[in-house]
């Protein structure tokens, strides 16, 4: 198996679970909840190397796995659907996609809303009035409220790299320099 047929896999699996989830909140009119929610369970993931451990590692049991996700489910309050569905991945051995499924999670819940995600790259961090200015300038572009995911990547130099769906715009400094670069080598 090759690694693009695994990240189909693990993808189909998390489209499942996402799915489940988000038909059974949206019936219960809890999706703030659960966007709530994801918004802690991606910090969670992206602060714990134990918990990324605990998802991925084959060490673990199912039962261990079973429990201690269901421990960090409860102590984190998440909603009773996001504590099932966790549970049952533990219990299928399924963890390893927590990741993707919190990804599609959000990406229904955006659709769901009318938003869109902008993957933002900087070389230094956005402020608050950089962030809401890109949110509505990319809006008039979109015709859908924008909701900005924003990393830094002093690589850049400078200027930003933004997708949106299929589209990215690239206006770094980095970028521009390799242009030239090529520019040159053609001239030479």
């Known amino acids: 198996m090759d690694v693009s047929e695994s990240a189909s896999v693990s993808s189909g699996i998390?489209?499942?679970y996402a799915t489940a989830v988000f038909e059974i909140v949206k019936e219960n009119k809890n999706l703030p909840k659960l966007e709530a929610n994801l918004d802690d369970l991606s910090a969670a993931l992206k602060d714990s190397a134990d918990l990324?451990?605990?998802?991925?590692?084959?060490?673990?049991?199912?039962?261990?796995?079973?429990?201690?996700?269901s421990a960090i489910a409860k102590k984190m309050g998440l909603i009773p659907a996001?504590?099932?569905?966790?549970?049952?991945?533990?219990?299928k051995r399924r963890l390893f996609v927590v990741p993707h499924m919190v990804t599609r999670l959000r990406e229904m819940i955006a659709?769901?809303?009318?938003?869109?995600?902008?993957?933002?790259?900087?070389?230094?961090?956005?402020?608050?009035?950089?962030?809401?200015s890109l949110a509505e300038t990319l809006k008039k572009q979109v015709g859908k409220d924008v909701k900005?995911?924003?990393?830094?990547?002093?690589?850049?130099?400078?200027?930003?790299?933004?997708?949106v769906g299929s589209k990215m715009i690239d206006t770094s400094?980095?970028?521009?320099?390799?242009s030239l670069q090529n520019a040159m080598k053609e001239v030479g």
């Open 14 to 16: 998390a489209e499942r």
């Open 52 to 69: 990324r451990d605990l998802l991925a590692s084959p060490v673990y049991t199912r039962e261990a796995q079973g429990a201690a996700i």
């Open 82 to 91: 996001l504590q099932n569905a966790l549970a049952l991945m533990a219990s």
């Open 111 to 132: 659709t769901e809303k009318g938003e869109v995600t902008a993957e933002v790259t900087s070389a230094t961090a956005l402020t608050d009035a950089q962030t809401k």
């Open 148 to 163: 900005i995911n924003a990393t830094v990547d002093e690589k850049l130099i400078g200027g930003l790299v933004v997708k």
């Open 173 to 178: 400094i980095r970028s521009k320099l390799n």
